[in-house]
């Protein structure tokens, strides 16, 4: 899929840049100077001569656009808000997620956004759409003062081709990304100069003092999560999602940071569908993103060769460390940040299904977990109301490392592999999560990729990788479905007694656990109690039957 070319569109802009006039929609509704250049859906080389004029903006060694994204080089969670207004906030799942702010104070938010973009000599504006089924998508316009985050946009949402373009007219939802420029930390319910605003009754989305384009990406999940549920009762899904090349069975897998959601559905047998975010309609599953985000810390042409590869003109790399002569980027320097990335179009993977988006329902689903513990089975098959438990406790293991402070291995929790995006509560995504996969007959499965033998402080080793794609070959075959189960006590999960190409030593923790068996069940009831302690946030709005799918401590 080649990028398009600027053209003029439904608001007149002429061919990328130049001066506009006062008839020009934009112009006048920003109230722009007339002499203002505006880049309008401009195409990689324009935007990389425009990049380069920005601090600390160059050109990696092998034709990527490296950018800084200033102090905030991740999300900023605590400083999003969404409007609290007549027509949403019904909807809303309020709380430490969805943190309120009043309609005043987005219009002082607002007004300080536009007043700093219209200080600006040169614009930028993309166009685009995003989730690939066109009986579903959005069409989204971002204006911004930085040349990288048009590009990163251009990237991670789905380009209009040329005619749909000439034929886009106004956006369903619009981003004023005027990061450059703080808060008014004085504003009534600001905590910071950051601030990450969003109006469901307007429609759009204010960023103020955070340059990560991130927060772009991000954004528009986060209003997918509301939209598509409320409006089309379309399941939103932190997921990322293959299809077979043979059978063509699709499968999702949900999974947090470091879980194997990426590397796993990167199958040379399969067609990748998307990385991060997908809709499950009553028409198939489809990708919501044109592109990939991928994490580059100790990235390597041997581990993950297709993104890899992927690192070329058009991407863009952030807040990497690199040689300064020849460009050659360190991957495995995090002095910047841990949270290194590069943005990418998905048709840059070989193995990328275009478009992204697939006319059957999942097979299969798979819930991707690390325990450190080493206690839960390398795979189970869960019912629905097992599935429904797990996905609203989206539990993992947080590495000592990947954040500071953190100096041995967390039980971490994040409802439906995706909290931070959420916008209804959890039960209200599992519920249309488990109704889908008993009209779909799917079948489901917690893949552990963490470790075995014993816990990861106590000398356990990660489960090799060898047996956890054996174990997916074989679910994928439906060869799992049919051998015997048994009992995984206090979880209460059903574990294959034999799976091809797996030790069966290996299927059941207690018979791999190096220590003692009055060890490995204390370690068992430790982690269960964790999770009933976590589950006790959601269970109000939670059925009895889903309450009782978890662990009996």
């Not at 956004?113 to 930028?124: I, S």
């Not at 999702?252 to 569908?273: C, E, M, V, W, Y």
């Not at 999560?433 to 106590?458: C, F, R, Y």
Request: proline share 6%.
């Amino acid at each position: 899929m080649m990028p398009p070319t600027a053209v003029e569109s439904s608001i007149n802009f002429g061919a990328n840049s130049g001066i506009k006039t006062t008839q020009d929609p934009l112009v006048q509704q920003l109230s722009l100077a007339e002499d203002t250049v505006i880049r309008h859906n401009a195409p990689p080389p324009t935007l990389y001569e425009d990049g380069l004029l920005e601090k600390g903006t160059t050109i990696s060694s092998t034709g990527a656009l490296m950018a800084y994204s200033g102090k905030k080089t991740g999300r900023s969670p605590k400083d999003k808000r969404i409007v609290e207004e007549p027509s949403s906030s019904h909807n809303i799942w309020w709380g430490p997620v969805n943190k309120q702010v009043d309609e005043l104070t987005w219009k002082i938010s607002r007004s300080r956004a536009l007043d700093y973009l219209r200080t600006r000599e040169k614009l930028f504006v993309v166009d685009a759409y995003a989730g690939w089924d066109p009986r579903y998508r959005i069409k989204v316009r971002i204006i911004c003062a930085r040349a990288y985050h048009a590009l990163f946009m251009t990237n991670m949402l789905i380009r209009p081709t040329e005619e749909e373009l000439k034929n886009f007219g106004e956006p369903d939802f619009t981003i004023y990304n005027a990061g450059q420029f703080p808060a008014n930390v004085h504003t009534k319910g600001m905590t910071s100069s950051t601030s990450v605003e969003i109006n469901f009754k307007a429609m759009e989305m204010v960023i103020l003092g955070t340059e990560y384009a991130g927060e772009m990406k991000k954004g528009i999940f986060t209003v997918m999560f509301y939209l598509m549920p409320i409006k089309h009762k379309v399941l939103t899904l932190h997921s990322s999602a293959n299809q077979g090349t043979q059978k063509g069975d699709v499968t999702l897998f949900f999974g947090l940071s470091g879980t194997g959601k990426t590397t796993l559905s990167a199958d040379p047998n399969r067609k990748l569908i998307g990385d991060d975010e997908h809709c499950w309609s009553d028409n198939g599953v489809f990708n919501i993103e044109g592109g990939c985000y991928a994490k580059c810390l100790d990235l390597s042409a041997e581990k993950e060769p297709e993104i890899f590869n992927s690192i070329k003109f058009g991407a863009i790399l952030e807040n990497v460390v690199y040689d300064p002569a020849s460009k050659v980027v360190d991957y495995s320097d995090s002095s910047i940040t841990e949270n290194t990335r590069c943005a990418y179009p998905i048709d840059y993977i070989p193995s990328a299904k275009i478009p992204c988006l697939a006319d059957t329902h999942p097979t299969n689903i798979i819930l991707l977990t690390c325990d450190a513990s080493g206690v839960l089975p390398p795979v189970s098959k869960l019912s629905n109301s097992q599935v429904m438990y797990h996905f609203i406790s989206g539990y993992t293991s947080k590495m000592a490392g990947t954040e500071e402070g953190v100096t041995e291995p967390q039980a971490t929790f994040s409802a439906c592999f995706g909290q931070p995006f959420l916008v209804l509560h959890p039960m209200k995504y599992a519920q249309q999560l488990s109704d889908k996969m008993s009209q779909h007959n799917s079948n489901a499965w917690l893949l552990n990729t963490g470790w075995v033998g014993a816990s990861a402080a106590n000398g356990g080793k990660r489960c090799p990788l060898k047996y956890t794609r054996a174990i997916l070959d074989a679910i994928h075959s439906g060869e799992l479905n049919k051998v015997e189960f048994e009992k995984f006590p206090v979880f209460n999960l059903n574990v294959p007694k034999t799976c091809p190409g797996v030790p069966s030593e290996l299927l059941n923790p207690v018979n791999a656990w190096s220590a003692s068996k009055d060890a490995f069940n204390k370690e068992v009831k430790n982690l269960a109690s964790k999770f009933t302690e976590n589950f006790v946030k959601y269970a109000d709005q939670c059925t009895t039957e889903v309450k009782a799918a978890g662990p009996s401590v």
